[in-house]
């Protein structure tokens, strides 16, 4: 491992401690229910959580949260929860969420969100791992996986059902309902914010690292860690903040949203409403119509090749101007500023064209956050042209998350961001980024020597290879261990060429692979939409499983590939492909919940169909 002070030609970015910091600095708080119960209590009866009831949007004000998360605290220490105990959270994105994160940590005791796409063997491993005594669960759905791998975990003394099921499941711990844990809080609560013993070092909560490989470790964050990275997070916003709204969709089991969707707007005094899922995206977003949006590469993806489509069954005039607004919208991110004879049309096309791509997003985002994975540039560049401001960023669990972002005043699609306020980065001898400052996790849980290979002398070695441009951006070219070597000692990064596959009308995901052989080779899941279409017009079933192997079908993709390659070069050539019989989900474990490939599941499940490739 290289040495993280290697010499003269490691380089280091850092910025300035000093900027502007809010009215109430979020290293005051020691802790984060003292800064949600302070928080709580300048803002009262605002709208703060709304989530969708019969068919409405509904709000919950600061107030009325606060008193839940009172009665919840209350209720867990009624039922023996003793600081320092972990607890198990399983919870779509929804208020109950916030209230029990919150509550966990008000009693003393470590939040443990794990993902609602967890098998039952994922929940005993998060469970025992993290020596839970509690679970609680949102629905009798999530917990037919949950509440049985409880029941078989000894340190698990009971579960907490947040909607009632009509009868208890015979394979499950004691139980508990939501309701009457909260009505049996609700009598020691005497209005006041309850005090919590957690110190600024003490664990918040364990988030288990998604794993594109091997296990899932548990992360441990710290209140001072979390409260560090959303002071971070609000100085780069600073110029924009106004009067937020968010739209959590993103896994709030996952750090990024845990952060970013959760605890920094509770920050801001942001309201967040919380989406049903990705399939009601397009039509929340338009009631909504929020302010700033925390995505992932590929729901940029979807929107992209969704607006495509859509100018393609358009008339030829719209074609032409919708042509002309990327254009121009191209040209002006590139050069700062149109001529002076170019700015009348493109004021034009702003109200033409550019409204209307902004009005399905709601039309007033001030910006969209993209992180979890590159994204692609060209991608990027797409949004930006046509008026919508993409902020990419960079940071890892082990950060609690986010490292770097690009400023809204002047993003570079190409790069991550420079670092953010108080967040040191350096770049060691072999091109691994390597990270320093207040929010770097305290270590894996129970994995000391982990841990010490992870983070020495206090910079965390993020196993990203990267570095910065002139202007101190951060450019992230590939995870180190993902880099390929041909075997004729080209090196090249999987990820730019997935990037460009996908970018193709046809494909929907790509994995390339080519590790000490003569060249890359790929699997690519062909466009559902693509499939459709295709399918149809050649009169065969609209099934992936039945047509992965057609021959018609990889002429098809030969297409796409085809125009890739145009733009590689001869090393990153994708010499043949295959078609799997499945799209890789996260049902199937080849994608993470944050929806990045997980190459060594794929490389497993298909080890053999890409050998036939050579």
């Not at 709000?59 to 023996?80: C, D, F, M």
């Not at 947040?162 to 015979?170: G, L, M, S, V």
């Not at 609700?186 to 914010?193: L, T």
Request: net charge neutral; glycine share 8%; charged share 25%.
């Amino acid at each position: 491992m290289a040495d993280a002070h290697a010499g003269d030609k490691a380089a280091t970015r850092t910025q300035d401690a000093g900027a502007d910091t809010p009215v109430q600095p979020a290293g005051e708080w020691p802790n984060l229910p003292a800064a949600f119960f302070d928080l709580a209590h300048r803002h009262g009866e605002r709208p703060f959580l709304w989530s969708r009831r019969g068919g409405q949007w509904t709000p919950s004000s600061w107030t009325e949260i606060a008193r839940q998360v009172r009665a919840l605290t209350h209720g867990l220490i009624r039922l023996g929860l003793e600081p320092g105990e972990r607890v198990v959270l399983v919870a779509d994105n929804r208020p109950a969420f916030f209230v029990a994160d919150m509550a966990i940590m008000t009693a003393g005791a470590v939040t443990v969100p794990a993902y609602t796409t967890n098998t039952r063997a994922d929940h005993e491993h998060v469970l025992a791992d993290s020596g839970a005594a509690l679970a609680i669960v949102a629905t009798p759905q999530l917990g037919e996986r949950l509440l049985p791998a409880a029941a078989s975990v000894e340190s698990c003394r009971r579960a907490i059902l947040i909607d009632n099921p009509d009868k208890a499941p015979a394979d499950a711990p004691p139980l508990s309902a939501w309701a009457d844990v909260m009505a049996d809080g609700a009598k020691d609560d005497d209005g006041a914010a309850p005090g919590t013993p957690a110190a600024p070092d003490d664990t918040a909560c364990f988030i288990y690292t998604s794993g594109t490989g091997g296990a899932p470790k548990g992360v441990m964050l710290s209140h001072a860690n979390v409260l560090a990275n959303c002071r971070m997070a609000e100085t780069l916003l600073k110029p924009v903040l106004d009067d937020e709204i968010f739209l959590s969709f993103l896994p709030l089991s996952h750090s990024y949203e845990h952060t970013a969707g959760q605890f920094l707007p509770m920050i801001l005094g942001a309201q967040i409403y919380y989406s049903r899922g990705v399939e009601h995206l397009a039509s929340e977003m338009t009631e909504v119509r929020p302010t700033m949006m925390t995505a992932v590469p590929r729901l940029y993806e979807s929107m992209h090749q969704r607006i495509r489509r859509g100018v393609r069954k358009g008339s030829r005039l719209q074609r032409l101007l919708f042509q002309r607004a990327l254009q121009l919208g191209k040209q002006r991110y590139r050069h700062g500023r149109l001529p002076l004879w170019l700015r009348p049309a493109d004021a034009l096309l702003d109200r033409l064209v550019r409204d209307k791509v902004r009005a399905r997003f709601g039309g007033r985002l001030k910006g969209m956050v993209s992180g979890g994975a590159p994204l692609d540039p060209e991608i990027g560049l797409f949004f930006t042209a046509l008026g919508l401001r993409i902020l990419q960023g960079y940071g890892q669990t082990e950060a609690s998350p986010v490292v770097a972002c690009n400023p809204p005043a002047k993003p570079k699609l190409h790069t991550v961001g420079p670092p953010l306020d108080g967040c040191e980065v350096r770049i060691a001898e072999d091109g691994e980024i390597l990270v320093r400052g207040p929010n770097v996790m305290k270590g894996y849980w129970r994995l000391p020597e982990e841990t010490a290979r992870t983070v020495h002398d206090g910079w965390l070695y993020t196993g990203d290879i990267g570095g910065f441009d002139h202007e101190g951006y951060l450019m992230v070219t590939d995870r180190k261990k993902d880099i390929v070597v041909l075997s004729g000692g080209d090196t090249l990064s999987p990820a730019r060429v997935e990037n460009v596959l996908t970018r193709q009308p046809e494909v929907a995901q790509a994995m390339v692979h080519g590790d000490g052989r003569p060249h890359l080779v790929a699997l690519l899941v062909p466009d559902e939409t693509f499939l459709q279409q295709w399918a149809a017009a050649n009169g065969k079933p609209h099934d992936l499983a039945s047509l992965h192997d057609d021959p018609a079908l990889a002429d098809a993709l030969e297409t796409a590939v085809q125009r890739v390659n145009g733009e590689l070069s001869v090393s990153e050539k994708v010499r043949r492909f295959a078609i799997p019989p499945e799209a890789f989900t996260i049902d199937n474990d080849l994608l993470t919940p944050t929806m990045k490939i997980r190459r060594h599941k794929i490389r497993a499940a298909y080890g053999t169909l890409l050998e036939q490739l050579y």
